[in-house]
């Protein structure tokens, strides 16, 4: 080991000793950084100078503030005055932060309308003020009995927009990870063209797949695998009313894993929503029912037999969705099966619950089950013991499940909003969207 | 936060009896028309919402009177919303609304909270309600500000007693994964328990955690069964010493098949500096970390130094930096340790995320860690079996070891994405979630 290192590191160490040693006796000096729970001002307190204005009027129209008659002492200061020469009527509204809001400003800008009446002005004066006041409002107590509304529907799509809702999407990403002993890669790439109306959706996209793994086996031996797979695919839906939506699939894939050579199938589809499709972030109950044809080579001769073939099959599935505020639950069914035998069946069942039992007592149950009777496509050349342990492929079984369960409980002091950073403070998180 | 039913009656209520309630009354006089409204939509403040822990859809369904973009340099303003947890177990959401374009005058910070106990609709409400808070100083610039109406419900007297509880927080879980098809067979149990502190003056916190898991795979040659398992007892206390100094230590009790520790105890006494302000850690950090450890251990199987017990002092150094910027995030440690009785037994682990909306549509990301390792003490003495090799239930010799994610998106086209459209399924191009602790 280098001595001159060892030393160093060494020095580090006493160094921090010594810091710690030195720190200890003076903790109970130490202020703490913000006092714990700090109560909100109750009101915010505004100076309006607006000469000729009805501060009465205005008190009524805007009551989570107190207006004051004097700058000291008060958390913003609004100014309206005419801006330019009368005959153009518009005003201009400057609304400062004072103390402990200083340098939150904002300057809005009041144009009346031709046949604007004084008093009409004053109210349209008066209500911009107030949109201007809700941001230090929103920092006082009284924030809590504030609500906002807007008091039309407006179109999503009412935007001037010169790509007509289309939105094009390359994409690629690298996985890669290893050790001494084993290294596993897997590489995606995509590129897509969407596009999303309220009473059109299109998706469309191709993609393509690769993954591979390395271990060493200790004995001078190694053994490699890989997989891959590509493929395209497109939906289209077209919205019919408040309940129905008509649409249809195509596809193209290609698989190692599941032994598809090439696979081509189209499929038109109808969707019912028992609720309104504009409560789908609330609640959703949709049955999709799906008829299709599919075309497909294989690399290996399957178990039936078969190289190629050509098939017919149909396919309905429920799905519940519901998020409420005592939790979310989501139920799906989904039965199909080919119709040259109706042997060929599958039926999924999947379902998820997180639901607030009492206070802090929650329950979390996630569950799968498929009962498979349609493995058309497994190969007749079986599997290698590597293929198994590495789940290389896809494996002949009549069934597959999961399920997880999860109950916890909290209680004490659950409502402290204290945020301490010291020494790390839990995770760090990242989604990204490919 | 309060149910629509609850609410609708409170208001019904309200416009009976006060005169307060005069502000809920639109500003112009009879509502504008459909024309004149898809006129000022078209003039709503473009909004740029960069969140990665948002119901988005919820959003969108909510707050109708902007219009959301996909690319940060369109928007007028950019909403960045920051996470950190809470003693109490919740998330503190801070929301920067960051003017831009003919908006960039303007700057504003808000703040919301919820606890461990919400579900996720109370907290998709709060986020809501937060927004619309924030949003309303620009939208007070566009037209359509006419159309948007403020209600005030007076307050009720009371106030939140005195915590009982004392910032103590105690949480329990247990669960359990299971799955299989016929000839494979997995499932694995976990439970936890733990009791936090946590004070802008001093952070305590205690956990146990147990968890145990099996895999069986059937092959030709019979049934291959895996195992593995961990106990773990964990405390940490800190304390706050100004805007930049903590000092602390942390306790360990644990015990791990994977590892081939039957029990192994370590106390570590630390200290951090801060590079910025504690206050700013919802948006950046950067913390050095040194901590001196004392560990006795004794391991299940010799080891390959032929070792069942022994004393171990263990010195680390980390430095952490996460940053929460309009450009995306970067967050990057690194951590270098060694025993003090042998310099030559150390490690040294890198981690970095960082994920950049580098240029109109275009952002990168890296995810990846790397470690070099020339302390693994514990090793099994004896070779691994193969199914303990293809499985990875013990841990191998090795002198490094890495895992790297990178991809780029590129998306031109249409700027906006107001519209929610959920019919067949609203899931998108699929997406990548990760949670580092």
Request: proline content about 4%; glycine content about 8%; aromatic content about 10%.
């Amino acid at each position: 080991m280098n001595p001159i290192r060892s030393r160093m590191i060494k020095a580090a160490a006493r160094a921090a000793l010594a810091v710690l040693v030195l720190a200890l006796p003076g903790l109970a000096q130490v202020p703490a950084s913000k006092p714990a729970g700090t109560p909100p001002p109750a009101l915010l307190t505004v100076f309006l100078d607006w000469p000729g204005a009805d501060i009465e009027a205005i008190r009524a129209e805007i009551p989570f503030v107190a207006f004051v008659p004097s700058p000291d002492g008060a958390n913003v200061r609004v100014v309206v005055a005419p801006l330019g020469p009368p005959p153009e009527g518009r005003l201009r509204i400057e609304v400062a932060g004072l103390g402990e809001f200083q340098g939150q400003d904002n300057v809005l800008t009041y144009a009346p309308g031709r046949d604007e009446k004084p008093g009409e002005v004053r109210k349209g004066v008066t209500a911009l003020v107030r949109l201007g006041l809700l941001r230090y409002a929103a920092k006082t107590a009284a924030a809590k009995d504030l609500s906002i509304k807007f008091l039309d529907q407006a179109k999503p799509t009412a935007v001037n927009d010169r790509w007509n809702f289309w939105v094009f999407s390359l994409s690629g990403n690298a996985f890669l990870s290893g050790e001494t002993q084993y290294r596993s890669h897997s590489y995606y790439a995509s590129v897509s063209a969407n596009r999303t109306t309220p009473a059109l959706k299109i998706r469309t996209q191709v993609y393509g797949n690769w993954s591979g793994s390395w271990f060493d086996l200790g004995d001078g031996t190694s053994y490699e695998s890989s997989t891959h797979g590509r493929g395209a695919s497109g939906m289209v839906v077209k919205s019919l009313g408040r309940h129905w939506s008509a649409g249809g699939y195509l596809e193209a894939e290609a698989s190692t894993y599941s032994n598809l050579k090439m696979s081509l199938s189209a499929a038109p589809a109808l969707e019912y929503d028992v609720f309104p499709y504009s409560e789908s972030t609330r609640r959703q109950l949709r049955i999709l029912y799906r008829i299709g044809l599919t075309r497909t080579r294989y690399y290996e001769e399957t178990v039936y037999f078969k190289t190629s073939e050509t098939l017919f099959q149909e396919a309905l599935s429920v799905a519940y969705e519901a998020v409420q505020p005592w939790g979310k639950v989501s139920l799906q069914i989904e039965g199909s099966h080919f119709f040259h035998n109706v042997k060929f069946n599958r039926v999924e069942l999947e379902g998820g619950l997180e639901f607030r039992i009492w206070r802090g007592l929650s329950l979390e149950l996630d569950g799968s089950y498929s009962r498979i009777r349609d493995q058309i496509a497994l190969s007749a050349a079986g599997y290698s013991y590597e293929d198994i342990l590495l789940q290389q492929k896809q494996l002949a079984t009549g069934f597959d499940y999961s399920f997880s369960v999860g109950l916890s409980f909290s209680f004490g002091s659950t409502r402290s909003n204290v945020v301490n950073p010291r020494f790390g403070n839990g995770g760090r998180s990242i989604s990204i969207s490919l | 936060m309060r149910k629509p039913i609850q609410a609708a009656v409170l208001l019904a209520c309200l416009a009976a009896l006060a005169p307060a309630r005069a502000a809920a009354r639109p500003v112009q006089a009879g509502p504008a028309g459909q024309a004149g409204i898809d006129e000022m939509k078209k003039a709503a403040v473009k909004v740029f919402l960069d969140c990665d822990s948002c119901d988005l859809d919820f959003i969108k369904t909510e707050i109708t009177f902007v219009n959301y973009v996909r690319d940060r340099l369109e928007a007028q303003v950019h909403v960045l919303v920051s996470t950190q947890s809470t003693g109490g177990g919740g998330v503190e959401y801070t929301i920067t609304f960051i003017g831009q374009n003919d908006c960039s005058d303007l700057q504003d910070v808000q703040k919301c909270f919820s606890s461990k106990t919400d579900t996720e609709d109370e907290i998709r409400r709060g986020l809501v309600k937060a927004l619309k808070l924030g949003l309303m100083s620009f939208v007070a610039r566009t037209p359509i500000a006419g159309r948007i109406a403020v209600d005030y419900a007076r307050p009720k007297a009371g106030a939140a007693g005195p915590d009982r509880w004392r910032s103590w927080v105690f949480s329990l879980s247990g669960n359990g994964y299971f799955s299989g098809e016929e000839t494979y067979l997995s499932r694995s149990i976990y439970g936890s328990f733990s009791a936090n502190r946590v004070t802008p003056r001093s952070k305590l916190k205690l956990g146990l955690s147990v968890d145990a898991s099996k895999q069986r795979y059937e092959t030709e040659d019979g049934p291959v069964t895996g195992k593995t398992s961990s106990q773990d007892l964990t405390g940490l206390f800190v304390r706050s010493l100004g805007e930049h100094w903590s000092v602390g230590a942390y306790v360990e009790i644990e015990s791990s098949l994977y590892s081939n520790i039957d029990i192994g105890f370590s106390l570590a006494p630390a200290v951090e500096y801060n590079f910025f302000p504690y206050s700013q850690s919802s948006r950046r950090q950067l913390r050095a970390l040194y901590k001196l450890s004392l560990n006795p251990v004794r391991y299940r199987e010799a080891t390959i130094f032929g070792k069942l017990r022994e004393t171990l002092f263990q010195e680390s150094l980390s430095l952490t930096l996460d940053l929460r910027e309009k450009l995306g995030t970067i967050s990057l440690s690194v951590e270098a340790s060694n025993y003090l009785h042998d310099l030559g037994k150390y490690r040294v682990d890198t981690f970095a995320i960082v994920n950049l909306r580098l240029y109109k549509g275009l952002s990168v990301y890296v995810i990846g860690d790397y470690s070099w390792i020339h302390d693994q003490l514990s090793l099994l003495g004896r070779e691994a079996t193969y199914e303990e090799l293809l499985l990875r239930l013990r841990e191998l010799p090795m002198s490094d070891n890495y895992f790297a994610a990178i991809g780029f998106q590129f998306q031109f086209g249409s700027i906006f994405t107001n519209v929610i459209n959920p019919r067949f399924g609203s899931s998108g191009g699929g997406g990548l979630s990760i949670k580092v602790n």
